[in-house]
Nanobody, 123 residues
Framework: QVQLVESGGGLVQPGGSLRLSCAAS????????MGWYRQAPGKQREPVAS???????NYADSVKGRFTVSRDNAKNTVYLQMNSLKPEDTAEYYC?????????????????WGQGILVTVSS
C-alpha cells in the first residue's frame, strides 16, 4: 500500500519561508509524478507544483519565482521550498503521487494523496 507522509507546515510571517516534505513508501516510483496541491478555506483544491522522476517541473503561475519543487529519488521524497510567502498562500497543502508505481504486484496505476498539512501565512 502506497503511503505519503507530509511534514514541515506551520505558521510563518509574510515574506518568510517554509519547506514542506513528502515521503512516499510502499513501492518504486520511477514512473510517478510527485507534486503538491493546496486548498484554501472555501476554495477548490488547486495544483501548486510537480516534478517527474527525471526532474522536469511544473508550477502554478501564482507561485512561479517563489516556490521550488524538488525530488530525491533515492529517498522517495518530494520537497516544496516556499519563499516570499504571502497571506494568500495560506492553505492546506497536499502531497500527490500519480502515474504508475512498481511493487510485488507489478506495475500499477497510482493516484495517491497525503493527509494534508496546514500552512498559515500571517503577521
Amino acid at each position: 500500500q502506497v503511503q505519503l507522509v507530509e511534514s514541515g507546515g506551520g505558521l510563518v510571517q509574510p515574506g518568510g519561508s517554509l519547506r514542506l516534505s513528502c515521503a512516499a513508501s510502499g513501492g518504486i516510483f520511477s514512473e510517478t509524478v510527485m507534486g503538491w496541491y493546496r486548498q484554501a478555506p472555501g476554495k477548490q483544491r488547486e495544483p501548486v507544483a510537480s516534478v517527474t522522476s527525471g526532474g522536469s517541473t511544473n508550477y502554478a503561475d501564482s507561485v512561479k519565482g517563489r516556490f521550488t519543487v524538488s525530488r530525491d529519488n533515492a529517498k522517495n521524497t518530494v520537497y516544496l521550498q516556499m519563499n516570499s510567502l504571502k497571506p494568500e498562500d495560506t492553505a492546506e497543502y497536499y502531497c500527490n503521487a500519480r502515474g504508475f508505481y512498481y511493487s510485488v504486484k507489478g506495475r500499477t496505476p497510482l493516484n495517491a494523496w497525503g493527509q494534508g498539512i496546514l500552512v498559515t501565512v500571517s503577521s
